[in-house]
């Protein structure tokens, strides 16, 4: 924005109040209706699919339920599920007839709100509505400053949701990463709940590693929210659910802990997350069919329990490098699956979710970036409503960078600007600024009132993103990006404290085993 407001200088000096007032009134923030990217920005302008192949997938995906069906549901499920409508064969599979998918279709929660403590965070789910956040369960933490990995610990998360709460452009925090420094696994349980309330009032996603822990995080929960009528009124987190292992298969202890946390008011992100040549059928299509089949099936068992109760579609089919097995989360094809899941959301109308963003390289490098700016933009642009794992991870989800949270950060600004694609109104296609530029002006826009008054609300800018010149660039010091990155991340964390009232904090830290500071 300098080097801007250098161009514009001499055609602007002749206007009261001074440069400087009029730099400092630029960079007063903007109200959010005014900001040129902003979290729930309507998308849906790419559609890899067409009409004919959503309904075809849809009439696959019913095939599956009534033909295959899934296993290994736990007797609570069985119960649920046939006292629903579904059938229990002779082989112990759970299938669905196509008009209970339909009726629990019907009464299926559309159009929710993920709350979080701060209302404006709020995130609502509805239409096309894009949203871009964390998630995954790295088992590293990447150091760029020495390329090395290591043990992810309560720390790193606390300080990754610290982070993501001064981020613009990351608008909830689901947990990323794994504590690895907590051996007890209920203590981890608690440990990755708070350390996501800790740093971020924005809505938070978290795991149970065993549905016994849930009662005593819940009781976390209602201290933070102060009680539990407050925190029915208004969850502020959501359970990330891996209810099926694929192919077609229930997961027996994250379907009880699934029942438990409806029950309880806690939203529910019901995650298939199929590999497509591993543990999903390797054509594209074909496993969007199976992710459908196994979240409708998701989609009963939930409403079974609860009709109407607040749930999100979670498609996640990952993408195998077929010569190796490798998972590829950074490839053309993943944000092709990515795609075509956020068209079938549309198709029934849910709360949708999808992976995007990973990145298989190591390091905050140009393989991540392209692979991050890709898979992001497409996600975007099919108007996918929970971008999950969008900024920070690498490796295929084995590791998780805070520097490149940061630079993340820069890189979904770009994209919810092509999100927001191109206004076109009487005012923006008027010619009258060209006449004034073109007959008798100065031939140029840079100091045009339009120009001025478009800087802020038109376009974005990078904050650590570099757009000097080679002379200005060697003239600072030639500055490297992940400087930037490093140095903008220490300045956040230098500042960032805890979002718990310290009473409620001592409270926590007295009653539970917290590893973070």
């Known amino acids: ?27 007063a923030p903007l109200a959010e209706n005014l900001r040129p990217v902003r979290p729930g920005l309507p998308g849906g302008q790419y559609r890899p699919l067409t009409e004919a192949g959503m309904a075809r997938i849809h009439a696959s995906a019913l095939d599956a339920l009534e033909q295959i069906g899934l296993s290994q549901a736990p007797p609570s499920g069985v119960e649920l599920l046939t006292g ?61 400053e020495r390329n090395e990995y290591r043990d992810s610990t309560a720390q790193d998360l606390y300080d990754a949701a610290r982070i993501t709460h001064h981020l613009d452009n990351v608008h909830f925090f689901q947990r990323a990463m794994v504590c690895r420094d907590v051996t007890d696994n209920y203590d981890m349980d608690i440990n990755t709940l708070y350390a996501c309330l800790s740093g971020t009032t924005k809505h938070v996603g978290t795991s149970f590693s065993d549905p016994s822990h849930v009662e005593g995080c819940f009781d976390l929960l209602h201290t933070v929210a102060g009680g539990e009528e407050a925190w029915r009124a208004r969850p502020f987190v959501s359970n990330s659910n891996c209810f099926v292992v694929p192919p077609m298969k229930f997961a027996e202890e ?66 195998s490098d077929l010569r190796t097995g490798a998972m590829s989360g950074g490839s053309a ?112 826009y840079l100091g045009s009132d339009q120009t001025l008054a478009l800087m802020q609300t038109e376009y974005i800018y990078p904050v650590v993103g570099n757009r000097m010149s080679p002379k200005e660039w060697a003239e600072a010091g030639k500055p490297l990006l992940l400087d930037r990155a490093i140095a903008r991340k220490n300045s956040i964390l230098a500042k960032a404290g805890s979002q718990i009232d310290p009473d409620i904090d001592a409270a926590i830290r007295a009653a539970y085993n917290i590893h973070f500071k």
């Open 1 to 27: 924005m300098s080097d801007i407001g250098e161009l514009c200088e001499p055609a602007r000096a002749r206007r009261s109040g001074g440069r400087a007032s009029r730099v400092a009134e630029r960079s």
């Open 84 to 144: 629903a409508g579904a059938i229990q064969g002779d082989d112990g599979r759970i299938r669905f007839p196509r008009a209970l998918v339909e009726d629990m279709l019907a009464v299926a929660a559309r159009d929710i709100t993920l709350h979080a403590r701060d209302p404006k965070h709020d995130l609502h789910l509805t239409g096309t509505n894009v949203h871009f956040g964390t998630a995954g369960a790295a088992v590293h933490i990447v150091d760029p």
């Open 254 to 319: 994250s379907c009880i802990t699934m029942e438990k946390c409806i029950r309880k008011g806690m939203p529910m992100l019901l995650l298939s997350a199929g590999q497509a040549g591993a543990t999903a059928p390797a054509p594209i299509a074909l496993a969007i069919v199976q992710a459908m089949a196994e979240c409708l099936a998701g989609v009963v068992y939930v409403n079974a329990i609860r009709p109407g109760a607040p749930a999100i579609f979670g498609t996640w089919p990952f993408v």
């Open 333 to 444: 094809e993943q944000a092709l699956l990515t795609a075509g899941c956020a068209q079938m959301h549309r198709f029934y109308n849910l709360p949708g979710g999808a992976a995007s963003g990973i990145s298989d390289s190591k390091l905050p490098d140009m393989q991540a970036g392209w692979e991050q700016g890709i898979t992001n933009v497409l996600a975007g642009l099919s108007g996918l409503n929970m971008c999950y794992e969008a900024v920070g991870m690498h490796a295929s989800l084995l590791g998780f960078c805070l520097e490149s949270l940061v630079l993340g950060d820069d890189i979904l600004g770009q994209v919810l600007r092509c999100v927001r694609g191109i206004d076109v109104t009487g005012d923006s296609t008027s010619i009258e600024a060209m006449k004034q530029v073109c007959l008798g002006g100065p031939g140029h």
